[in-house]
Nanobody, 128 residues
Framework: QVQLVESGGGSVQAGDSLRLSCAAS????????MGWFHQAPGKEREFVATIFWSAGVTYYADSAKGRFTISRDKAKNTVDLQIDTLKPEDTGVYYC?????????????????????WGQGTQVTVSS
């Protein structure tokens, strides 16, 4: 069973950058796709980006291209999400998730139901 713990959230100003981190443990991470999701206040959880742990290949939501960067560090067992030029609409809780790699292409992992394990989330608040 995989355990995920997010960190790095906080209150920032519009235009700032933030780097969220997800510490993963308890499983053979090479078997997983690791994703980040964003849940704005009063809205459903939305896909941001995902990465195959083994190959490091990435896939982004169209809305995330250009300002969001997902990466993984095999030595530290972490998956990071770099967010640049933050906007007020980036406010919300960011969740890290792990989904078993079933040999599908990365776009298969663009919905929450493809993931088996979730972290508790980290809050990001962006003020204008």
């Amino acid at each position: 069973q995989v355990q995920l713990v997010e960190s790095g959230g906080g209150s920032v100003q519009a235009g700032d950058s933030l780097r969220l981190s997800c510490a993963a443990s308890g499983g053979a991470l090479s078997r997983y796709a690791m994703g980040w999701f964003h849940q704005a206040p009063g809205k459903e959880r939305e896909f941001v980006a995902t990465i195959f742990w083994s190959a490091g290949v990435t896939y982004y939501a169209d809305s995330a291209k250009g300002r969001f960067t997902i990466s993984r560090d095999k030595a530290k067992n972490t998956v990071d999400l770099q967010i640049d030029t933050l906007k007020p609409e980036d406010t919300g809780v960011y969740y890290c998730a792990a989904g078993l790699d079933h040999g599908r292409l990365l776009y298969y992992y663009r919905t929450a139901d493809r993931y088996d394990y979730w972290g508790q989330g980290t809050q990001v608040t962006v003020s204008s």
